[in-house]
């Protein structure tokens, strides 16, 4: 099946924008398909943007409410591989621990 990876992100990115951005990354690699990403700068009076992962257009949400675990990714793609959320928790562990 075919995917259509996308990542909204502030600039410069955060660590849930940087998980997420990596998530997309490593979703495109063991997938075969390519991801696209929108950096938004801090609004003046708003502050940052949520980061925001999307699935062919659908934005996962977290399950916790606050970061997106790779099982959250891995629920949103169906017939993913236990590789791909071996890949993902590896990545969710090296990004939150940096």
Known sequence: MSYAIHVEA???PGKRCTLYLRYAEKIGQHLGTSFS???HPPH???GRIAPALRVSGVALLPASGEVLLPQDVCA????????LLTILTAVH???MTD
């Open 10 to 12: 502030n600039n410069p």
């Open 37 to 39: 990403a929108i950096y």
């Open 44 to 46: 003046p009076v708003q």
């Open 76 to 83: 949103a793609l169906p017939g993913a591989s236990d590789e």
């Open 93 to 95: 562990q090296a990004t």
